[in-house]
């Protein structure tokens, strides 16, 4: 049985890849990212905990092209930016859960880890998050 918060990511996840899916003239890599997330939280339902690795890395990258829509769209496009708004805010919960998603990210990657090996890397884990989610502004 998923715990509530897997749940709610799970579904949350579907949420934002409709919503990414939704938007006018969506790039094939916004439309292949929507459905690894899809994949993810279908897997998550299921009830496979792998489906939260997949869904939190797939939202991420989701998430760092969407929010660009949502910023630095010209308000001249509100269907645009509704539904980029909320394909951004349904990413919220995936992403949010990054910090418990990637020690077990360094778990599955690296063969019986050492504390050293783990936190090294979570904290490239985390450093490239954030250069995914930055990297559309610079």
Excluded: F, K, Y
Excluded at 41 to 60: F, I, N, P, R, T
Excluded at 82 to 103: D, E, I
Aim: hydrophobic residues 65%; contains cysteine; proline residues 8%.
């Amino acid at each position: 049985m998923l715990q509530p918060p897997a749940r709610w990511v799970a579904v949350s996840a579907l949420a934002s890849a409709a919503a990414a899916l939704a938007l006018p003239g969506a790039t094939g890599e916004v439309a292949g990212i929507a459905s690894v997330v899809t994949l993810g939280g279908l897997a998550l339902l299921a009830g496979h905990a792998w489906g939260l690795l997949v869904v939190v890395a797939a939202q991420v990258l989701l998430l760092a092209h969407v929010w660009p829509l949502v910023a630095l769209t010209p308000p001249a496009a509100p269907v645009a930016q509704a539904t980029a708004a909320a394909a951004t805010v349904a990413s919220l919960p995936a992403v949010a859960r990054l910090g418990v998603a990637l020690p077990g990210l360094a778990d599955v990657l690296l063969d019986e880890p050492s504390a050293r090996a783990r936190a090294v890397c979570v904290a490239m884990g985390a450093v490239g998050a954030a250069a995914a989610l930055l990297a559309p502004v610079l």
